[in-house]
């Protein structure tokens, strides 16, 4: 599913009730009070119905006649929606779902990295040397590194030529670019290349087994750097 653009006073009424929804302000099984809401949010009952359906195709909420609207149970939520992601590091970061996301990528992005040095095309190689050169030149630039980071992952679920791993971006972005900002500012000596040229190189090669090994110990010292971030804020 395309994620959502949020944009005016629609985007702006489907995420302020996403956001009580996803802090848990309005609980699972909650029958919202419509009328409340319209006049709280200050909208018109067309705008908020029309925000009312992004959130009922994204499994959060339901509509029922003598029930009215409600909030589903959590386990039927998509919550591998990009935006259902991004609403929940709304008001910052979230350590239990930065180790979720983390989980993930662990399991994803080695197999990945193994396909991909099996099938990368040249033009696959350029596009993640593009990603390593952009990430050279962003050193002191927080945001054009968190963009590079996000090149580089995407043109390597890209490599593996497996359309549905390619679709695993939308479940990674937000959580590696949340990730991404809360570590890349904070170390400025940390230089992100080597690790990322290590899987570059190793795909190249062909080597399926090195890069997989590569991306793990990158992984890794993604785990490390989020780890430092977080004993520094104690």
Do not use: C
Not at 42 to 63: N, Q, Y
Not at 106 to 120: G, N
Not at 210 to 225: C, G, I, S
Request: charged residues 30%; proline residues 3%.
């Amino acid at each position: 599913m395309a994620q959502y653009a949020g944009r005016g006073v629609h985007g702006q009424t489907v995420e302020a009730i996403a956001r009580r929804i996803l802090t848990g302000e309005i609980a699972e099984g909650d029958t919202l009070n419509i009328a409340a809401l319209q006049e709280e949010l200050d909208v018109s009952l067309t705008a908020l119905r029309e925000a009312l359906k992004v959130l009922s195709a994204k499994g959060i909420v339901d509509a029922r006649q003598k029930r009215g609207t409600f909030v589903r149970p959590r386990d039927d939520w998509n919550l591998l929606d990009g935006d259902v992601i991004r609403w929940q590091f709304a008001d910052g970061p979230d350590p239990l779902l930065l180790d979720k996301l983390q989980e993930v990528r662990a399991i994803i992005e080695p197999a990945a990295a193994r396909l991909a040095a099996a099938r990368a095309t040249t033009e696959d190689l350029a596009a993640l040397d593009v990603a390593l050169s952009g990430m050279a030149d962003a050193h002191g630039d927080p945001a054009a590194a968190v963009e590079a980071d996000l090149a580089f992952h995407r043109a390597l679920l890209a490599a593996t030529h497996n359309e549905l791993l390619v679709r695993m971006e939308v479940v990674m972005k937000t959580g590696l670019a949340e990730r991404d900002r809360l570590v890349h500012g904070r170390d400025a000596d940390d230089d992100p290349v080597p690790s990322h040229r290590a899987v570059v190189d190793a795909i190249r090669a062909g080597d399926e087994g090195a890069a997989e090994a590569a991306m793990r110990e990158l992984l890794a010292k993604a785990v490390r750097d989020v780890e430092k971030v977080r004993k520094g804020n104690r």
